[in-house]
């Protein structure tokens, strides 16, 4: 099921005037700022579908980057995200796309600053609920509603399982867990959803692990 | 936790849909009743403020929209000329409340920003004319949330996907079974009302001048509350659906996917492409930052 709460129904509080192209335009640059992990300088936003036609319009452009500056959803200064972005220095464009999209509300966010960039691509599924489909080039799907980890590493016998062997250590459960391979090469990722955060040091763990390229937290 | 609308009112047995809504929700998140309950009276009163926003006589920056809700105040305060009791009401608070969300107000999304009207509308019309506490308008919105559940899984809530049938008609039902209920109805006359009010909304086009979320979503709204009054004072009054509601919901759905994606919110078809529709899309998408018409 897709929607779980009474309050995904009924909710959220946000700011108008669209809950898919507003509200889940929010979240989803909340989700790729979570995922890149720090403040970027440079934003480009990419629209699809029905996006990129009324973008403009709904104020998806100003509320995904009101996300990626992590202005919480109900907060009136998502109105004023271009001239917070720029009194900040961060440089921001928007791109609208005329690909076809799979789903109708697909919205691409690039990040980056000195050390490095990230791209996340997510889907506004209505009422404000979003899944994130996409993490530099691999396709995953995140709600974003329990912390998660998103491990990359070699697809090599035994890397997961010296992953889940940490979590059922830290006493962590895992509500929703999926792999995929990348074709770039020998790369895959792992994305766990939890129902706890799991702690630093089970992180630090993971991260010494054989095989494991680099770990994303999400911390809900 | 209950998949569809019939295993809703089998669950509600005697009780009502909004019991059943109030104890899935305990027994899925591990949370206190009162801490559910005291959330959802914070929704209930988010609704409040933006409908009083509203009948402040907001304008959009658009210069699409703005006033009606003050204009319906005041010709009401008068005595409306047609009807009475809480219908012209539920019309002007659903006018409010979309007139706060396209001024880019704090509202509360039920199910969508977009048709964010009708629920409020109706519910808080009901209160007044049938003098009803905040708490018993808060466990009405446990019944709205518990139909929206339903539809949101079974179907779709979001006009990208099913155009306006999915927004103002999944809005209507909610609004109308919660209103059953309000009223003294049964489960089965919710269940009942809102499968008369989704239908009297089926097909309808996401189709919004120059994607705006303005004309004709805001007079939708109203449209929509007025539909959920109507299906409620059937259900009330006994009248059964001949489809049931679920296979009403799955129509829609249906409807949704086979519909044209220049009538899910893309500003192209409908209203978006009439002259009237055109004029202003070129008007407000080449400003960067769109002034108020004369």
Known sequence: ?220 | MFRNISELVEQAGDGSISGVMLEAEAESTGKAKEEIISRMADQLQVMKRSAREGLQGLRARSGLCGGDALLLDRYIQKGSRLTGGAFPRAVNYAVAVNEANAHMGIICASPTAGACGVLPGVLLAAQEHLGKSDEAITMALFCAGAVGLVIANNACISGAQGGCQAEVGSAAAMAAAAVTELAGGTAEQAANAAAIALKNMLGLPCDPLAGLVEVPCIKRNAGGAANAMAAAEMALAGIKSMVPCDEVIETMYRIGINMSPSLRETAQGGLAGTPTGRRWKSLLWENESPQPQP
């Open chain 1, 1 to 220: 099921m897709k929607y779980r709460s009474v309050f995904d129904i009924i909710g959220p509080v946000m700011l108008g005037p669209s809950s898919s192209h507003t509200a889940g335009a929010v979240r989803i640059g909340h989700l790729a700022r979570a995922l890149f992990g720090r403040e970027p300088r440079a934003v480009t936003l990419h629209f699809f579908g029905s996006f990129a036609k009324t973008f403009r319009g709904h104020a998806t452009d100003v509320a995904a980057l009101a996300g990626v500056l992590n202005i919480p959803m109900d907060d009136p200064d998502i109105r004023n995200a271009a001239a917070i972005a720029s009194e900040r220095g961060i440089s921001v464009a928007y791109v609208p796309e005329d690909a076809v999209p799979a789903h109708p509300n697909t919205l691409k966010v690039e990040l980056s600053d000195d050390a490095g960039s990230m791209s996340a691509t997510g889907i506004s599924i209505g009422g404000g609920m979003v899944q994130m489909t996409e993490v530099d080039g691999f396709s995953l799907r995140l709600s974003g509603e329990s912390p998660a980890l998103l491990i990359f590493h070699k697809d090599a016998y035994g890397t997961i399982a010296s992953i889940t062997r940490l979590l059922a250590e830290g006493c962590i459960n895992i509500n929703h867990m999926e792999v995929s391979r990348s074709d770039r090469g020998q790369t895959a990722l792992m994305v766990i959803e939890t129902d706890e955060q799991v702690a630093p040091e089970v992180i630090e763990n993971m991260n010494r692990q054989k095989n494991i390229y680099k770990v994303i937290t999400l911390n809900i």
